[in-house]
């Protein structure tokens, strides 16, 4: 079981950061204009004015940033740069506040290397600038996730999350379970099972009946616990014997948390007792081997560190603790220095959201391939110590994390409750104990990513920009990371208008697939939150009912990337429909030719009247394309003069509305239809260019708009000198189709 308190604190900073430029005097020859701006700096300092902090840093970074690497450049320009990102921090003005960061690691760096240790430093500003370059997305659920990897393990589903508690928790239709056995406590591991089988119906059901169980083997928490795992042979090949014979999929987590374990164990030492237990389990099916550090390591050691081997993991597991009570958080204020080390233990100004302390062993799970489960959480609503009650801040930390863990880290396949009042706990996690926190428990796990009971497969979350496939209804969710503490706020504009707000994360937005227009749309996701805001825009495609995003278009089987927004749907349900040819698959804002829309028109009465045109007799000099013989056969498109089709001629608006009313006679011939039923062969008179139409022509265009099978470029005008393009032709196309 979980150990509390371990988090190691945080250790004194460097003096350099607190007094800035105030150096002893050296061989280094200091410009004259330097001295000014070290009275400047205490000055501004002693007022905390956060601009003119900005300023005297920006001079000084100014007179000092050619001059070569050096101790005393060094250990000027390193503090000022700390400083003054936390200034601009401080007016959320992230891109500079990064930009500074960036300028003080360069220098802490080359001090550490040089002159004395600043590993604080290297390992907190790093930190600072994770926190403040959190990637932001737009999320929606779908059937069929791009975004979810599928490694195969034991126990892994394809997609979605199993979730679950301990025995005697609050289940809510638990698809696992989690239980605990300390190692070499006196009992065997089967006494454990059947234990746990007696005591909750639930348990029991997954331990016995093909559900997946967490089995959490804890070691004792040193080196001598160690040794006692690596002389234990028959207490281990008994345990994972009884684990292989119960009928269910163990995720059998070994020695946890040992990266802040009170006495650092040997990693030599916890690899091999890791690795005797695995090999043990190896041979049993059922079994997967879950290796599970805690959220953050002790300062001197990292993840890598105990790492046992590939060969020896399945499944990367976490245990992570949500404790923080009201006013937790600070504000931003300019003498705060906490900062420094809050930023690497994801606390403080940088605690408000639970997800950032678990972005390098995702990390980490992705480097090798393996998926990943939140081994044990919880979220302390009451601390026994103080007697605060930290409610809000549990279920505002328990919504932001169940909500978006799925999202952020579709590796995730697993996730566990610690929901038990544990005596030696400073907080209180039993759902039971808090009617609020229950509730939101229930409301979360009931639906999204989470499987349910037996599911082993589900639903999952995907980005936007990857999804692709039929929708209802589309349903977005907001990802933005912003530091400091309060409220934040979503506003999503859909196509350039303002369409909706939120102010409850996940900041979920649903939209009816069946009102929105065919083609491409763009949604922007625009976050605030204190000082801090930040946007994210997708664009998406839609087209009868199918929903796809910018990323996912490459696998649809036409690339409408060159086509107008509005003419993508009519080109992907011309294709669905076989109306398109070669020719006229590609390049759609371009301008049509007579042998590329001679292939439509007679590629649609081919489709419709289900017969294939002959080529006949005729030929021409420039061309003996089967499209432009066939529709010269059928009557449809004739020469140009002297022999010729003219095949690469841009064709006119005039031309085409000939061509598509000798379409329309071949159809109506094949099939005794009568398509036009408007006789009338005079324009109508909202067109004020009519006298432009060519004689010839004034029939067919006549015939076409007063039937309503061809619109003029605006309201008034028919423009019939105009070329046409291939999207605008296709269109004309599908709306003939449509009539028969």
């Not at 000022?80 to 601009?88: M, V």
Request: a negative charge; charged letters at 15%; one cysteine or more.
């Amino acid at each position: 079981m979980r150990q509390f308190g371990k988090r190691i604190a945080a250790v004194a900073l460097t003096g350099a950061l607190m007094s800035g430029m105030l150096l002893q005097a050296s061989a280094f020859s200091y410009p004259q204009a330097y001295w000014p701006l070290q009275a400047s700096w205490a000055q501004v300092q002693q007022n905390q004015d956060i601009n003119g902090t900005i300023s005297v840093a920006q001079q000084t970074y100014d007179l000092f940033k050619n001059y070569p690497l050096g101790t005393e450049v060094c250990q000027i320009l390193e503090p000022i740069c700390a400083k003054a990102a936390w200034c601009y921090e401080m007016r959320g003005d992230v891109d500079n506040a990064v930009l500074w960061l960036q300028r003080q690691l360069t220098y802490a760096q080359w001090l550490n290397d040089n002159v004395k240790s600043y590993q604080d430093t290297l390992l907190n500003v790093p930190a600072q600038l994770k926190q403040l370059q959190r990637p932001m997305e737009i999320y929606t659920l779908a059937q069929d996730p791009a975004d979810v990897p599928y490694y195969g393990v034991t126990g892994e589903p394809v997609s979605g999350v199993y979730y679950g508690v301990v025995p005697n928790g609050t289940h809510v239709n638990d698809s696992a379970a989690l239980v605990y056995v300390n190692f070499l406590d006196g009992y065997s591991v089967d006494y454990w099972l059947d234990y746990y089988s007696n005591t909750d119906s639930t348990v029991n059901n997954a331990l016995n009946n093909g559900g997946v169980v967490e089995l959490a083997w804890n070691f004792t928490e040193s080196n001598a616990g160690l040794d006692a795992v690596l002389s234990a042979d028959s207490y281990i090949n008994e345990g994972v014997a009884a684990l292989g014979a119960r009928n269910c999929t163990v995720l059998l987590r070994i020695g946890a948390e040992m990266n802040c374990w009170t006495n650092l164990p040997d990693p030599q030492k916890y690899i091999q007792a890791y690795q005797k237990v695995a090999k043990a389990a190896r041979q049993y099916d059922n079994i997967a081997l879950v290796f599970s550090p805690n959220d953050v390591s002790n300062r001197t050691v990292t993840y890598e560190t105990y790492y046992p081997g590939d060969q020896y993991v399945d499944w990367i597991g976490v245990s992570t603790y949500k404790n923080g009570g009201p006013g937790y958080g600070s504000s931003y204020t300019y003498a705060d220095t906490a900062h420094y080390n809050d930023a690497f233990y994801c606390t403080g100004l940088y605690g408000s959201d639970p997800l950032t302390v678990l972005e390098e062993l995702a990390a980490l799970a992705e480097a090798h391939k393996k998926p990943m489960m939140i081994s044990e959480c919880g979220f302390g609503y009451y601390n026994k110590s103080t007697g605060a009650d930290q409610t809000a801040n549990a279920v505002d930390q328990f919504t932001k994390f169940y909500s978006y863990i799925p999202m952020v880290y579709p590796q995730v396949k697993a996730i566990f409750l610690f929901d038990v009042d544990l005596s030696i706990s400073q907080y209180r996690y039993p759902l039971s104990g808090s009617s609020a926190l229950s509730s939101a428990y229930r409301q979360t796990v009931t639906g999204g990513a989470f499987l349910q009971g037996s599911e082993t497969q589900g639903p999952a979350y995907t980005r936007l920009s990857t999804v692709s496939e039929p929708m209802d209804t589309l349903t977005l969710y907001t990802y933005a990371s912003l530091p400091g503490t309060g409220d934040a706020t979503c506003r999503y504009t859909l196509d350039g208008a303002q369409t909706f707000t939120s102010t409850s994360e996940p900041f979920a937005y649903s939209l009816d697939v069946s009102s929105l227009s065919s083609g491409t749309h763009t949604v922007t996701a625009t976050v605030t939150k204190g000082n801090f805001t930040r946007s994210v825009t997708r664009t998406f495609l839609v087209s009868g009912g199918m929903v796809t995003g910018s990323d996912a278009m490459g696998s649809l089987p036409v690339d409408v990337s060159s086509a107008a927004s509005w003419a993508v749907g009519n080109i992907l349900n011309a294709e669905s429909l076989g109306l398109l040819t070669d020719r006229t698959s590609s390049n759609f804002s371009s301008s049509i030719t007579r042998l590329q829309f001679a292939g439509l028109a007679v590629n649609l009465i081919e489709k419709v009247t289900g017969t294939t045109l002959p080529t006949g007799d005729q030929s021409f000099q420039d061309t003996s394309d089967p499209a432009a013989l066939k529709a010269a056969q059928a009557g449809v498109a004739s020469g140009t003069g002297n022999g010729n089709f003219s095949p690469n001629a841009n064709i006119t608006r005039q031309e085409i509305s000939v061509m598509l009313n000798q379409v329309i006679r071949c159809i109506d011939e094949a099939k005794g239809t009568n398509t036009l039923t408007n006789t009338s062969t005079a324009l109508g008179s909202q067109f004020t260019d009519a006298g432009q139409v060519a004689s010839w022509a004034v029939e067919s265009m006549a015939a076409l708009t007063n039937n309503g099978m061809m619109s003029g470029t605006s309201d008034t005008t028919l423009s019939p000198k105009n070329n046409t393009s291939i999207q605008e032709a296709i269109t004309l196309i599908l709306a003939m189709y449509n009539k028969f």
